[in-house]
Nanobody
Framework: VQLVESGGGLVQAGGSLRLSCTASGLTFAAYSMGWFRQAPGKEREGISAISRIYSALYADSVKGRFTISRDNAKNTLYLQMNSLKPEDTGMYYC?????????????????WGQGTQVTVSS
């Protein structure tokens, strides 16, 4: 199984980025998928997740600014990030887990990508 994130970069506060995560080696449509981020010196936190049936969940810190989506035909997960803030800076990881529903708990996810760096300057 391989999950490969892309789309990170350096952006000014208020800007936007779109992250992608392409999966291989698993039946993508069967998995709940999540986006997680880890800032320097902090624990990895769940920020958004989407179930097999497209139910979405967001952390309060990103609600209204980020949108998660998936394209099962392309085995790809997306995260549209708008109105970015300096506190959104961190390494962003996608993850796949088999579960009923959706969760922001890291322990519910079995497969992880290597991450893509997002840096938001003030």
């Amino acid at each position: 199984v391989q999950l490969v994130e892309s789309g990170g970069g350096l952006v000014q506060a208020g800007g936007s980025l779109r992250l992608s995560c392409t999966a291989s080696g698993l039946t993508f449509a069967a998995y709940s998928m999540g986006w997680f981020r880890q800032a320097p010196g902090k624990e990895r936190e769940g920020i958004s997740a989407i179930s097999r049936i497209y139910s979405a969940l967001y952390a309060d810190s990103v609600k209204g600014r980020f949108t998660i989506s998936r394209d099962n035909a392309k085995n790809t997960l997306y995260l549209q990030m708008n109105s970015l803030k300096p506190e959104d800076t961190g390494m962003y990881y996608c993850a796949a887990g088999l579960m009923v529903g959706v969760s922001l708990n890291t322990g519910r996810y079995k497969y992880w990508g290597q991450g893509t760096q997002v840096t938001v300057s003030s």
